[in-house]
């Protein structure tokens, strides 16, 4: 056998042990990645509206740069999270009297923004760990029910916070997520998909935003209370304005 065949074999084998070893939760994120814009996200630079406030969002597998631009009493406030670190100008002027509090309020704000915007992409991050709950029906619709927990090396500040997440069994799209957070007292949440775009080749979702009565509600809870129509309506999250820049790939 030639070393060129040799090699080749070598490569169709590593790759399917590399299938072979991935958890049925974890194809399952796999398929729902695909199914909301798959490869694209991997190299693309996004902007949009959200709540009056502009976010460019800059991601590729090795680096990333969010930022988030508005006005208020003291001018125009231009936040960036990247690689680096974090950074706030104020009419151009860069902030440096910010204390480590304030610089982990604003970076997770940030951060959350970004995350929530690009799912389910970020749920294939090494940090994530994926479980299959098992299978669910909402609506007469039929879900895979995975539970996101993170590791506490690579996990991010608030790696405690659990994530549940209902992708459809045939089309492997995120049409709910239910979390619980512990951050500004702690408590629990629901989204279902309110509206979708799709730009880019990426699909944009808007959600509603429900929570329980008793902010102790265990999340394993959330959706017989949304079903029972025991869920307040606290917010609505869209997205507007929505613009997608593939970037050149190095």
Known sequence: MKITQFLF???VVASVISCKQRTEAEKIVDAAIKAHGGEIYEQVKIDFDFRNIHYTIFKTPHAYEYIREFSDSTGTVRDVLNNSGFTRTVNGVKIDTLTEERIGAFSRSVNSVAYF???????????A??????????????????????????GGDHYEDEFLYWFGKDDHLMDYMAYLYFTDGGGVRLREVSGVQEVGGIRFQN?????PADKDTPLDKMQELFEAGNLEKLSEINLE???????PKN
């Open 9 to 11: 074999l070598l490569v």
């Open 117 to 127: 915007a690009f799912l389910p992409y970020g749920l294939n991050d090494p940090a």
């Open 129 to 154: 760990v994926k479980t299959l709950v098992g299978e669910t029906e909402i609506k007469g619709e039929k879900y895979n029910l995975i539970r996101v927990t993170f590791k506490a090396e690579g």
């Open 207 to 211: 959600y509603l935003n429900y929570k």
């Open 241 to 247: 304005n929505i613009r997608v820049e593939a970037l």
